[in-house]
């Protein structure tokens, strides 16, 4: 079975603090794909990465990185310098390369000026 | 390029009523998604459709829903006889299958409330 844990329910930080985000995965596909979306209190997912599970490289885009590592099954997601627009609920998801997507629970970030 | 967009963004209505929701995709997207969301939880796969065809029904899909997409463009799903248990966040997704990569794309969703 499939499966995503996000341990951390919430997590409050002073702006301009960098902020970790763990996501940890279960699966026993060979091939799959894990995934960030932010929510913001408006409702819309937004899309924010793909990771395949053939590439371990990590990856940056402006003030955010992921740490991808297949061997403790982890896809984290830091925010450096975080500031009060990225107060929202981040989620990780995980696809077998099918169809659905699943997610955790998510983590409530806020971001305090 | 527009997103996915859904309407209503909000509903009310009384335990006992149907109700039904309309997700307008991506355009030249041909997978279309819908999830539930209740307060504090992530998504919950409910159905999938390829262009015209529904290829997968979740267990919490119960007798009572039923989705269509009829010409592979916009989906509705309804909810016939609701329940207090149906009160929850409708998202819909949209994505482009091709060579087994995708990534969903999600519409606001409809916020559903049974009274």
């Known amino acids: 079975a499939q499966k995503v844990t996000q341990a951390q329910t919430e997590i409050s930080v002073v702006e301009k603090e960098d902020v970790t985000l763990d996501c940890v995965y279960e699966?026993?596909?060979?091939?799959?794909?894990l995934f960030w979306y932010k929510q913001p209190p408006s409702g819309e997912l937004v899309f924010l990465i793909r990771?395949?599970?053939?590439?371990?490289q990590n990856e940056i885009s402006g003030r955010y990185s992921w740490n991808f590592q297949k061997s403790t099954s982890s896809f984290n997601f830091t925010i450096t310098a975080s500031q009060v627009v990225d107060s929202a609920v981040y989620f990780c998801?995980?696809?077998?390369?099918?169809?659905?997507?699943?997610f955790g629970t998510g983590t409530r970030l806020k971001v305090l000026a | 390029d527009t997103g996915v967009s859904q309407d209503p963004r909000h509903k009310i209505t009384k335990r006992g009523q149907n109700v039904t929701f309309r997700c307008d995709p991506i355009?030249?997207?041909?997978?279309l998604y819908w999830y539930r969301q209740t307060l504090g939880q992530g998504p919950e796969f409910l159905t999938y459709?390829?262009?015209?065809?529904?290829?997968?029904k979740s267990r919490l899909l119960s007798d009572r829903f039923s989705a269509e997409r009829p010409k592979g463009s916009f989906s509705t799903l309804e909810i016939q006889r609701t329940e207090q248990g149906d009160s929850a966040m409708y998202l819909c997704?949209?994505?482009?299958?091709?060579?087994?990569?995708?990534?969903?794309?999600f519409g606001p969703g409809t916020r559903l409330l049974v009274l």
């Open positions: 997704a949209s994505s482009l299958i091709w060579d087994s990569r995708e990534t969903q794309y």
């Open positions: 699966t026993r596909d060979t091939t799959y794909y």
């Open positions: 990771r395949n599970s053939f590439d371990e």
């Open positions: 998801a995980l696809s077998g390369g099918t169809y659905k997507y699943i």
């Open positions: 355009s030249e997207h041909n997978r």
């Open positions: 459709f390829q262009n015209e065809a529904q290829l997968e």
